[in-house]
């Protein structure tokens, strides 16, 4: 059954996380915070949202793990200058563990590289299901934020990475698609499945001012044709030239620009966000992925 889909435990205690020791069992540990990065249009900065977000939790010591759920174009790896061999589809195929698909980020992050959505997770056995479960859980003490860097648009896939996550950020920018778009998504998820509570985050935004503009217009429509949704404001992330440049040198913008404004708004929103309770409704990696592979 382990050859099945290759995951073994190595005696006692797995060292998937060799950078830093993990603490002893008796240290009470914050649940680990699961966020879904999600726009309704591409393009609008998810990833480097997720790379420089990464970042600006690794300086405050919370250890990232981030999760590539999209496929599309220019990506993580691509913005990291990796190139990634295997992915998550190698774990379930039983041809690798998951530490050797795991790659190393800048600081302590790590990154789950892309695969094929969620459809290779759904259809496991029961069995391959609770062993990638428990190996994952043994990754939990090495992990206080999993971002999950979703791909755009209202796929089934994008649906249920938003449906797993505990803290749902959608991503809009100042162009009226995008609002349109995000909207859009917000609208599905809120209809089809209920889903009530969404963070919005404004990313290209001239200043703050602009980002909650864009707040207000969203929140404004999303209130009016839709009852008891609780949008909250997140924060902006401004317009920030030095952006494209470090995507261009695929170095993250918090490291090849680290005083450069939205920097500052990365290194912003992460303490915000580290000071907000995480949701205490499911508090494990495990819950996200048992979410996940029942969907
Ligand atoms: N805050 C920003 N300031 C300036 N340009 C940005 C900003 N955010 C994103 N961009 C531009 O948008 C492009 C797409 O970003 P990316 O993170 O790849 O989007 P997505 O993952 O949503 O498709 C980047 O390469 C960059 O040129
Ligand atoms: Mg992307």
Redesign the pocket.
Known sequence: MDQAVGLRKKGNGVTYWNKSPSPSPAVQRQPVRVMSIS?GK????????VINLAMAFDQIDQKVLIMDADL?L??IDVLLGLTPKYNISHVLEGEKRLEEVLVDGPGRIRIMPACSGVHELTRLTDEQKLIFLEVLDELEPDIDVLLIDVA?GISDSVLYFNLAAQEKIILVTPEPTSLTDAYALIKVLYTRHGERHFKILA??AKDEKEGKAIFAQISRVADHFLDGLSLDYLGT?????N??KA?VQQRPLMEAFPESP?AKAFRNLARSINKMPPSVNHGSIQFFWKRLLNA
């Open positions: 726009s591409g393009g609008v900065g998810k990833s480097n949202v599309g220019a990506n755009a990313n290209s992330i401004p317009r920030d030239s952006l494209p995507v939205a």
